[in-house]
């Protein structure tokens, strides 16, 4: 195995997925102390990757799945989940209020819901993926994929340790839910504007 390709694979996993580590802390958050919640989280951030990796080898290969104009409009996705926690934050200060139990909060994030934002946030990802892809040949594409998907559990972990800390722990705890669908939103506002969906 060339090291230098592992590095590579490295660094372009890294700069390319930074902002998933504030969504996974944050999913993690979300599924604080609710039984099988961060191993949908983490079988979520997995299926999300794979779906990502699917596309993008499959476009290096010249098969498309997703022409270029639809990717804009993957930002629906995570806008739709982001208005869902929304509606959920606010129904459940509602019922804490009238103190009655918050259900939908019992089970934490899905982890259809979180691959579904993974694959979403990872539209930009795709222009880098694939023109390396297309470009490494088979051998140094498994290469690639081998090393991204092994950071991609780095990456749950350090999801998970930094929503774990107790200081970043309190303001998660307190604030999470606040915040989760205003980055969710945010995210999708982003992948749509900066698509120009909706010729904006």
């Not at 040949?137 to 991204?148: K, L, P, Q, T």
């Not at 309190?170 to 839910?177: E, F, I, M, N, Y």
Request: proline share 4%; hydrophobic share 60%.
């Amino acid at each position: 195995m060339n090291l230098g390709v592992v590095g590579q694979a490295a660094g372009l996993f890294a700069v390319t997925n930074v902002d998933d580590l504030l969504i996974l802390a944050l999913f993690f958050a979300q599924g604080a102390g609710r039984r099988g919640a961060a191993a949908r989280v983490v079988a979520g951030q997995y299926l999300g990757f794979l779906a990502i990796l699917a596309v993008a080898a499959a476009a290096a290969f010249g098969a498309t799945f997703l022409p270029e104009p639809v990717l804009p409009y993957l930002g629906l996705l995570p806008l739709a989940l982001g208005l869902k926690a929304a509606w959920q934050a606010w129904r459940n200060h509602r019922d804490s209020e009238e103190d009655a139990p918050a259900g939908d909060r019992a089970g934490g994030p899905k982890a259809l819901e979180v691959a579904a934002v993974t694959f979403a946030n990872g539209g930009d990802n795709l222009g880098v993926y694939v023109p390396v892809f297309a470009t490494a040949g088979v051998g140094a594409m498994s290469v690639y994929v081998a090393v991204f998907l092994a950071l991609v559990a780095v990456w749950c972990a350090a999801g998970r340790y930094f929503a774990t800390r107790p200081v970043v722990a309190r303001v998660l705890g307190r604030w999470g839910h606040l915040l989760l669908p205003f980055v969710l939103i945010g995210i999708g506002t982003l992948i749509l504007v900066d698509g120009g969906a909706f010729g904006l």
